[in-house]
């Protein structure tokens, strides 16, 4: 007789299930509670890397890193998202400066900046940061920078002790990675490990720091020079590299064969653009030929013709040190070119006059011939004491003269420039009339150069502003003949 009461089901297959399903819970709780861990102990390779050498000691004039940047990744790397810090500690309260000796991206597309880190340690109380223009290009998957060389030095020019900079490593005389000089990609830490101990996230995200932020650089512009005289000396190898000639050749104008490098220098200046360093140009004398030196600095390329001509100069009407009285010449020129091809442009101030005409006074002038004295000239007879925005413009066969804003002078027909010339400085005596010791200064805070445009003082001056404000000390992009 069968029954017909239900059989149970057996509970043989079910809790299996159950179990397998708590198990699969436990797994992909606990690996994701682990995850953060495994990711820590196995993060991923960097975008990038920074390798470092340098060959100075840990007691010297000036630290000279060199770096490269590496793209590690399999895109494409615009230097221009990336910025390097180089830690080091302040030695007293100088400030500190840079310029870029060499790069293989070239000096114009580097801009550097002196900084503070968030959280200042003993080794990294100040940073040296660099950016890159979009000059600098872009670095294929697995290729390298080259070397970026700077310098960094205090703007007293006292000795640094490296020995407690962060960054600094002596023993790293060839291309070696170095996690102690980070870098950022669009302002997020992507290499090296920052003072306060922070390292790149693995999963890449980051919140970007401001101060590192990517495309601080200005926009360059084509066919242009600035320079706002950041150097050591007048043996800086950044002084040459960037194109400029100390004058210790022999000849005129003023007490010939006087020409010296020791009145070419660089200090601090208060008036200065951004508080810096200018250009100083010293001549002295005892009232003897031999106990005269007069002070030069130009540049080397005669590639200057058309556009606009600036600089800011101190010019002075008392000497610092001694008797007033010489017919001192100050100047602001640009020169090229020989036989019909001659072309030169004048700003000469003298305080105390010259050739028989007092002072004080500045000529403008502009030269057809020196042989045949063939020339146009003007005379702004006030003292010109102080600082002072000077400008000559040349476009449309026209070259006007400008100070601060207001026009002295022009010239046209034959008396604009027929060939390429160089821009130069200095500071020399039209004779010697008189014994005793005396010094003479004139100041340059910087030189910019534009072939390209034709612009006022408002607009060089917001130019001018916006590089040093950038870090951006010097660029020429003027095309080499």
């Known amino acids: 007789m069968s ?12 809790w299996p299930k159950i179990k397998l399903l708590l198990l699969v819970g436990a797994v992909v709780a606990g690996g994701t509670a682990l995850y953060p861990l495994w990711r820590a102990a196995n993060p991923d390779p960097p975008e990038l890397t920074v390798r470092y050498r340098t060959d100075t000691a840990a007691t010297a004039v000036a630290a000279r890193p060199s770096l490269e940047v590496f793209n590690e990744s399999k895109q494409s790397l615009p230097l221009s998202e990336v910025t390097l810090r180089y830690y080091f500690t302040a030695d007293g309260a100088s400030a500190y400066a840079f310029n870029c000796v060499q790069a293989a991206v070239g000096c114009s597309n580097i ?23 979009a000059g600098a290009g872009s670095l294929k998957p697995g290729a390298n920078s080259e070397g970026i060389e700077v310098q960094l030095y205090r703007v007293d020019h006292k000795e640094l002790k490296q020995s407690n900079d962060r960054s600094f490593d002596d023993t790293m005389t060839s291309y070696k990675e170095s996690k102690k000089v980070t870098a950022y990609k669009r302002g997020v830490l992507a290499w090296g490990e920052e003072p306060n101990g922070d390292k790149p996230k693995s999963d890449s995200a980051g919140t970007p720091s401001a ?33 400029w000639l100390v004058r210790t050749s022999k000849g005129g104008p003023g007490i010939d064969d006087t020409w010296s490098a020791d009145g070419v220098s660089f200090p601090t200046e208060a008036n200065a653009q951004g508080h810096g360093q200018v250009l100083q140009l010293r001549a002295t004398t005892d009232g003897t030929k031999a106990g005269t030196k007069q002070a030069s600095l130009g540049t080397a390329a005669t590639e200057f013709r058309e556009g606009t001509y600036a600089a800011r100069i101190h010019f002075s009407d008392k000497p610092t040190e001694g008797e007033n009285g010489d017919h001192v010449n100050q100047t602001f020129y640009t020169i090229g070119g020989s036989g019909t091809k001659y072309s030169e442009l004048d700003n000469e101030y003298m305080p105390n006059g010259g050739w028989g005409a007092p002072g004080p ?31 000559i413009t040349v476009a449309d066969d026209v070259v006007t003269y400008r100070m601060d804003g207001r026009k ?10 027929r060939a390429g ?14 014994k005793g010791d005396r010094t003479w200064d004139m100041k340059v805070d910087w030189l910019y150069y534009n072939a390209g445009a034709t612009l006022s003082q408002k607009q060089v001056e917001t130019a001018v ?9 010097y660029f020429d992009t003027v095309a080499k003949p």
């Open 361 to 391: 006074k500045l000529d403008t002038t502009s030269w057809y011939s020196v042989e045949a004295g063939d020339r146009v000239t003007t005379k702004t007879e006030e003292s010109l004491a102080g600082w002072h925005t000077m400008l």
């Open 111 to 133: 801009a550097g900046t002196i900084g503070t880190p968030d959280e200042p340690t003993d080794t990294a109380d100040r940073y040296l940061e660099i950016a890159f223009t």
């Open 408 to 417: 002295l002078f022009t010239s046209t027909g034959k008396y604009v420039p």
């Open 211 to 243: 101060s590192a932020a990517a495309g601080r650089a200005p926009v360059v512009p084509a066919k242009a020079v600035f320079d706002n005289f950041n150097y050591l000396g007048p043996k800086d190898p950044a002084l040459f590299k960037h194109g």
């Open 421 to 434: 010339m160089s821009v130069n400085f200095n500071t020399w005596f039209v004779d010697l009339p008189f």
């Open 3 to 14: 029954s017909n009461r239900r059989q149970p089901r057996p509970r043989s297959r079910v």
């Open 465 to 473: 502003k916006g590089f040093s404000d950038s870090g951006m000390n």
